[in-house]
């Protein structure tokens, strides 16, 4: 059966990755899986067909026969136990690599979400330029604790997962703030989780649309 995930028709960050279809692609490519993109615009998004498949109209969903599924986390998960090459065969292991995929989207994403918000959306507020620098701390306050973490460590409990796939992957998100690389041990695992050559097919696939 044919997997068929969902993409922006132009990612609004023309192409560097940002958009939640580069980890569903990553994922794919880590376990070796080919898929088809179905690429909907900003309107479409809104509309029936796509709703029927996401009920927040957003974009990554997941398709194959009769199965639909919405969420990067749920369907970066759904391939990690479905094929090989995500999570570890131990038990303990792979609960705690689930940990950490619950982890990057659950405590480390959302204060990088509120500086998006806040970037984007509210800069025209009056409390703007005040707010901003108590959203930047709660997210130091997240990397030092990510930092203490991670140590020398190459990835984050053992062998490259699906937890370190979605902890890249939320992380690329700080970049552009330059937050990122005030912490060298993180930006050094953005950088290994980069050099993959599975994320390459996938930052290049997404990239080649955007730049079409
Ligand atoms: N929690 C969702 C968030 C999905 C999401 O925010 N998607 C963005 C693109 S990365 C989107 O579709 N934005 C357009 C919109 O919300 O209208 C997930 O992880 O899949």
Do not use: C
């Not at 050094?188 to 050559?197: I, L």
């Amino acid at each position: 059966m044919t997997i068929t995930i969902s993409a922006f028709e132009r990612s609004p960050d023309g192409g560097m990755g940002l958009a939640r279809d580069t980890r569903i692609r990553w994922a794919l490519e880590e376990v070796g899986q080919p898929y088809e993109v179905r690429y909907v615009s900003f309107k479409a998004l809104k509309e029936p067909a796509h709703l029927a498949v996401n009920p927040f109209g957003q974009i990554p969903t997941f398709e194959e026969g009769e199965l639909a599924l919405f969420e990067s986390g749920s369907i970066v998960f759904h391939i990690a136990q479905r094929y090989r090459g995500l999570l570890p065969d131990d038990a303990n292991a792979r609960a705690r690599a689930i940990t950490w995929m619950f982890a990057a989207l659950s405590t480390i994403e959302p204060p990088i979400l509120e500086l998006q918000n806040a970037k984007l959306l509210e800069s025209d507020k009056p409390w703007a330029k005040e707010r901003l620098p108590l959203v930047q701390d709660r997210i130091r306050a997240r990397l030092r604790q990510l930092v203490a973490h991670l140590g020398d460590a190459e990835w984050l409990d053992g062998a490259f997962s699906a937890g370190d796939l979605l902890m890249v992957s939320v992380l690329l998100r700080l970049r552009p703030s330059g937050l990122l690389n005030e912490f060298s041990t993180l930006a050094a695992f953005v950088a290994r989780g980069e050099a993959r050559p599975a994320y390459q097919r996938a930052f290049a696939a997404q990239l080649a649309v955007n730049k079409a």
